[in-house]
Each structure stands twice: as C-alpha cells, then as structure tokens.
C-alpha cells in the first residue's frame, strides 16, 4: 500500500506550492493593471516557437521550472484583447472579478454535464436570468456553451429535430424532403457551418441578398420561401441576424418574427454580439423582436466581457431542446436522491456530457457588474465608435466603408494614384503594421468590395482618447508605407 | 469623454481587489488540501437552493459580497470528483498545479479559435505530444475539445465527409444510400449522439453484441458488414472502444484495424478514459492497435487529472480534418503577418470559433508530472480495482457481477430472501445512502441485467485503504436498510 502524500499528484510540499500560486496570483493581477502600458500584441518570436516545440515529456518537471517556462514563453505573447486598443474581430476583454471565479471554479473542478450539486444550480440561476434578460417564458430552455458557434448548431438542431420527420432515429433524408434554412449573406459563417454538421447541407441554407443597409430583405425572404416550398423542398428555419460582423448590421427581427409566425417557421437569431443590447435602455428597441424568437443564440464572452469561453443558447420550448438531444443510458439514469438526482441535467440539451463550471464566471460577472453597468458598457463603446465614424468622415485622407449602425467601423486609408487593388494592398499592410507596432489591433474584412481596417469595439477598457490614438497611428503608417513603396 | 478607472469594469480599488483574490485562492487552496476530511457529498440545502434563486441582477454588488455569498451557496456543494473515495461515473480528481494554469489562462483571457498567438502555439505542442503518445503520423491532425463526446462527434463528422458523398455540400441523403456506422452494445452513448446530431440517424449505427467479456464480438461485426453492404448501404465507419463504462473492457483494437484495413472502413476509437493506458508500460498492450486508428477521442479531464473540461480529438490524416470543418469567411481570411497570421486555426478543425485557452493546463499537467508519473497513478487505480474486487469476492454477503478488467469494479449485496427485484432495489439504496453519508460515492449502473454498485476509479488521491472504507460502509449501510424494511 502506497504512502498518500508519496502516491498522488499532490504537491509534496504544499508550502512551496502555496507560495508559488500567490506569486502567480501577484503576477496575474498586475499583469491585468498594467496593460495599457504594454503592446496590444506582439509576434511570438522563434525563440519562444522553439521552446514550445518539445517532445512528450516524460520525467516530471518541478512546478516552479514549469511556470518560470510558461512566464518566459507564453504569458508575453496573449491574443491581446484584454487591451484597450485591441478592435479585431469580435473579442471580449474579460474582466478581474472573472479570475477569482475561475480559480474557485478550477478548485472546485465540477464536472457540469449532470448529476446533483451546486454548480448545476448556479447554471439553471443563470440560465433563468438570460430568460428573463431576453423575455422569454418560463418554459423556455437553456444551455451554457462554448459560443454562439455551438450556440447556432444547437438551435439548429433543435429545429431540425423539431420539423417532425424523426431525424434522431431515421437521420437526414434531403433526397426525399430538402430541409431549408434561410439567413441574410451577412449572417455569420457558423450558421452555416451548423447546417453542413447537421447533415443538412450547404445546399440546405438559402442564403437571402441583405440590403445596402446590411441587414436582410424581409419580401425576398418571403418569396425564397414559398419558391422552395411550390419547389417541393420544407423550409423549417429562419435565422435573424442581431449584429452583422462586418457591420454590427441587425435584421429586423419583429418584420422576421412575424414571417415565421404566419409561415410556421422556426425562427432564431444569431445574436452572438448584438443580443446583449438588450442591456441598454438605448439600444434595446434595436433588437425588438428578439423576444420572439424559437431560439437564440449569444455570447457572454463578447459584449459582457465573461472570460473565455461563454456562450448561451436559448430555446423557447425547452422540452424540444431536450427532445432532441437527451439520451440516457443505464449508468446516466436519473435518480430521485443522492448524486444521481435532480431534474433535467445540463447533458440533456446539448452534444457535451462532460462540461466545465462556466457558469461561475457568468454568475460572478452578472452579479458583480449587473446588467445597468454592463449595458451603459455597451452603450459607451457604441458612442465611441460613432466618434470614430466623424473622425473617419472628417478626414480627407480616410474613407467610410459602412455607415457605423453599431461598434463597428469599416473604414479605408486613401492614397493619391492607387486604385482599388492598390488600396487593397495599402490597407492590408497598414493593419498589419499597426497589430506588429503594438499600438493598436484592428483586424480585416472586405466590405463593398473593398478592403477595411475593420475596428470592432466591445471592450470596457477602450477610452475615446483610444479612437484618436487609433487615427493618428493609420495615418502614420499610411504615410511611412507610401514613402516605402513611392507616390 | 469619461476617466478611465470610473468607466470600465476594473476594480475601482485594486488593492482591496487584489486582497481578495489573495484570500480566495487561500481558500482554494485550504479547500483541497483539505478534501480528505470532508464529505465527498452533500446534497445542496434548501437554503441555498432559495438563495440561487434570485431574478436577473440588475444593479452592481461589491465583488466582496459575492464572493461570500458564493463561499456560503456554491462552494460546499461540489460535484466531489476531488475526493479520494469519489467512485461515479467517470470523473477524473484535477489537481493543484492546474490551479495555476487555470488562473493564468483566466489573466491572459486568449481566444483559441485561431490568429496568431501564443496560446496557439501551445495547442499545437499539446496535439503534437498527444500524436506522439498514441503512435500517430507526423500528419495527423487534432484539436483540444471539453470531452470525448465532442471528439466522438467531430471524429464520425470527419469520417463521414471522408466517405465521398459531398455531405457538406449537399447533405445527407439516407433514401438514397444510408451510410452506416458500427460500434459494440457496450460502446458509449455518445456515439449514438454523434450519429443523430450529424444526420445519420440512429438507424446508421449498427449496434453490435457484445460478448460475455463485454468486448465487441469481431465475426458478428464482420458479418453486420457484409449483410448492409448486400442491403445496399454503405459501411464507413467502425467504432473500437477502449474502456467501456460499465465494465472498462477494451475492444481487440488490432483485430479491428485489420477488418477496418480489409473493408477500407474509417476506424475510430472511442479511447475516453481507456485510451491513456497508453501512458502505462503494464497497460499498454490492452490497447494495441489503437496507433493504428483514422481519428481517437479521449479524455484529459479523466485519468490525466487535467481540470474540467479537457479532451481531445486526433486524425490520422489531419487534412480530411481540415477538408471537413474548414471554413474561413472574409472577416477571418488568413493573412502573412501580423495577428491574422498563423497556420491551420483550430476553429479550421471543428464546431467551434471562439475557444478558452484549455490547452494551458494540459501543457502544465504533462510538464509537471510527465507521462511516467501520470502512467503510475493509473496503474495504481488498475491495481486498487483488483484489490477491491478481491475483496468483493472473499466476501459472502456481496457479489461480483463482472470481472474486473481495468479500473470498475461492479458489485452488489446480497441479502436472504431477496429476488432480484428486491436486491435492485436495496443496492439502489445502499448507493445513495453511501453518497448521503458522504463517506463514499460510488454511482450505480445495469450490468447482466442487475442493478450494479458500480466503482470507478480514476482519482490519483484514492489510496488502498480508501477500498477497505468503501466496503465497510457498503455492508454497514445493507445492515441498517434490512433493519429498516425487515429480514
């Protein structure tokens, strides 16, 4: 028989351990205070490439060797989005108040796929305010995920299940009865996606024109439906978009929901960013509608600034959300006392059996904040970039891509003698240089043909100074590119 | 234009914050240090189930105070996998170093689904340590996902488009010609799952019976082929499993990598827990055959201790992989410098786009223990079912309803006058009048057609003496149930 301390994975000495975890606490938190002062972003230099390109290990390494390796080549070399000036694509800056929640959640090590205890319990209180935040019944269900990505599948799914040709037990049968989706070109690519894992196709997503203002043409919608219908195929889903990735477009969700109501269509919305408008007094009449929907799908990690990764689905009747994915077998059997009761478990409405305590830094977050601070949050970096809009319009050297309906602006710099393919080729670099000078992180789309410096703000620690510091960096490096490549 | 520490989500007071984070990761640290002498379980009180039931909050609560309503509502209600005498299902116990991993991955906040960052950089060490530990090609691909089920779906989702219809172009067509999968009885449910979920149909998994040693029976599967192949269907894939739940028998992987060889079918292993006896030189031979599969999914979280969650999926020829979830819309075209650069993403690879930086603390478990120690602690759980198993058997009042072949021991009491209606019944007690003591926790299964006390261990703190507490406590709670309901 094997000597405890000697046997597990236990620190052998837990003095040493303990002081090594508040070194690394100190570092984690002042790591956070101080990072307006750093780069954005920085390259992970080969040496580092190369540190992280070991073989398996199979002797232990002392802890205090393990993280003095992981300060030295990891640590410095973060995506970057907890910045100030980080505006790439669509990324949340997390918050302090979430690290005390995952290191409890880390200490507590729950395994949410089920079973009776606590953190099942903080997922269903979650689960009831994002109900309540979104105006949904009762009845509705709800699923902690990963993102809207596995958001989008699991709304999807349930839809498919939902059409009624007993897709769990007999699978797709598109040669039979085309199952249809419909969504606007700007929607979200994972929509897509979804649609290709379901086994429905991406033949099966009808992909609708939106409109020069982004967001979907609601009468070519309606004929695409009946056009497939008269054609023999099922439409069964609508997928409205509340925040466009390009464009932070959002669809009109009342004009859809009453689309999908007289054609008895399921009706979700992607609203991986822009749902959380909810949260403002403001902003919330933009997503009006949204209360409607069969489904939806939303992040915390984004515009509520959760740690990485938080997502929620919601589905309005939750017993077809369980219907389409709960299964259990003899060891999964629901119990009435001890570990094995309680009532729907978390597994029963979605793909994952194990899952993580996500929930805690979801409940921390809304707890902490509430949602008046978290929507006045969304609200100021709406502010922030109309700001940035003028700025972009008042400058003669610079072009609006987009007119700026939400957080994101897409603008261009200009160059006298460069056409389009050259602008293209100016923008790309320029953003390139920004994200390398570590003063600012935008990222790239291409809207109206064109190439953007595509600047997404959700992120509570951006200031409006930020914005200028923002213009004042692509107009140099606009500049420092033209003198490189000539007139 | 508003001041910087009024309007973002920092703590107003980051010496007052940084005292708390310090008091709780004391706590966390005291609460697992000290785990051995509290209960495994404790169902949540009704009081603090009324305390996790509040309405959506809407205005702030100083963190101070949230943390406190967390130490008294959530904290003492754990799932309690990090005890020593936590026998259900299949969960695996963490450990204390990934405490400090979970911390910094919470600082750095990086989103995985791809870019150029650090913590890309360390996914792909981790994916190549873990092709490196299963006999994987240099080419073979693989992504960090929150479990097994997960693996088992983006598996059968790659070997379904591998199989050449064009699926994600056009969908599954089962009238036309229904592809089909095959996995034992004994295999897990999350295969079905899988199947349903990608369109398949629970009608494409052909499920075949095991034999009495639970693993799948090799001729009978040999014939199922030929006869859906004489049916006109078209076998693609074949589903090895390593450790069946119920029993933790293990498939003749070789037997069934020859077969899949000669029937040019896609060969997957469902390796969730089973599949890190590759990490033993003692165990490894139980799972030759296993470097031989198309796609493996297995488990970080379960017998490699890593915190939930954290499994993992590898693909021998990575590009099929790519080939069937790679999707890359304008907004994350991939670019030659800067943050957009960077190789295959991981959202290339999978349902997911956003990600949490899971693969830190699989990097911190491997560096820290290596693969000998990690190998020695499941070992030592192989040997702990042995010993319980003796015991069992030694003993007139229980039964041993299956041999033990790995790490799950499954058992019952025994008590005169009872037929088997009533002996399910009374073990169905004993078990959660076991997990109410808060003594022990095993969970409960259906093996042969018995209710079955079923104890899995998978828990680096479980020491021998741990089996003699566990016995005790199961012929002392049979006692006090037949005093109750009489002789």
Tied chains: 1, 2.
């Excluded at 395994?111 to 994002?130: F, P, Q």
Aim: charged share 25%; proline share 5%; aromatic share 6%.
């Amino acid at each position: 028989m094997s000597n405890s301390t000697q046997s597990s994975l236990d620190p052998r000495d837990w003095d040493a351990f303990r002081k090594l975890a508040h070194q690394a606490l100190d570092e984690a938190l002042g790591y956070i205070e101080g990072v307006r002062e750093r780069p954005v972003w920085q390259p992970v230099p080969q040496t580092a490439r190369q540190r992280l390109n070991e073989s398996l290990p199979v002797a232990p390494t002392p802890l205090e060797r393990v993280y003095e390796e992981f300060r030295q080549s990891i640590l410095p070399y973060a995506t970057g989005n907890i910045h100030p000036r980080f505006f790439g694509w669509v990324h949340g800056a997390g918050q302090p108040g979430n690290m005390i929640a995952e290191m409890m959640a880390a200490a507590m090590n729950s395994n949410c796929g089920g079973r009776d205890h606590g953190a099942i319990y903080v997922e269903k209180e979650v689960i009831e305010w994002c109900k309540q935040m979104f105006g949904f019944p009762p009845a509705a269900g709800g699923l902690l995920v990963s993102g809207s990505s596995m958001a989008n599948l699991i709304a999807l799914g349930t839809a498919r299940d939902a059409a009624g040709t007993a897709v769990r037990a007999r699978g797709v049968d598109n040669g039979k009865e085309r199952l249809m989706a419909y969504a606007s070109d700007e929607t979200h690519q994972s929509v897509l996606k979804a649609m290709e894992i379901l086994g429905l196709g991406a033949a099966g997503l009808r992909k609708v024109p939106a409109r020069t203002d982004f967001t979907i043409d609601v009468a070519e919608l309606r004929q695409a439906i009946r056009h497939d219908r008269a054609a023999g195929a099922r439409p069964f889903c609508v997928v409205g978009c509340a925040g466009a990735v390009n464009t932070g477009a959002i669809d009109n969700l009342e004009d859809l929901a009453q689309l999908c109501a007289e054609e008895k269509i399921w009706f979700h919305v992607d609203g991986a960013f822009g749902g959380l408008c909810v949260l403002s007094q403001d902003l919330a009449p933009r997503v009006k509608g949204i209360e409607r929907a069969d489904s939806l799908a939303f992040d915390f990690h984004k515009w509520a600034h959760v740690q990485y990764d938080a997502g929620c689905v919601l589905v309005r009747d939750g017993e077809l959300q369980r219907a389409a994915f709960s299964m259990r077998p003899d060891y999964l059997q629901h119990l009435n006392r001890g570990l094995g009761g309680g009532d729907i478990w978390p597994c029963d409405l979605g793909p994952e059996l194990s899952r993580s305590f996500r929930a805690l830094k979801v409940w921390f977050a809304l707890k902490e904040h509430g949602t008046r601070r978290l929507g006045q949050a969304i609200e100021r970096n709406c502010e922030q970039a109309q700001y940035l809009a003028k700025k972009v319009e008042a400058h003669p050297a610079l072009e609006l891509l987009t007119p700026c309906s939400l957080n994101i602006v897409c603008f261009r710099a200009l160059a006298p003698g460069l056409d389009d393919a050259g602008l293209d080729k100016l923008n790309q670099e320029i953003v390139a240089d920004l994200q390398e000078s570590g003063v600012a992180a935008p990222s790239t789309s291409r809207v109206r043909g064109c190439l953007a410096i595509r600047v997404n703000i959700t992120n509570h620690r951006t200031q409006f100074e930020d914005m200028d510091i923002l213009v004042d960096a692509v107009l140099k490096a606009a500049q420092a590119r033209r003198a490189l490549t000539g007139p």
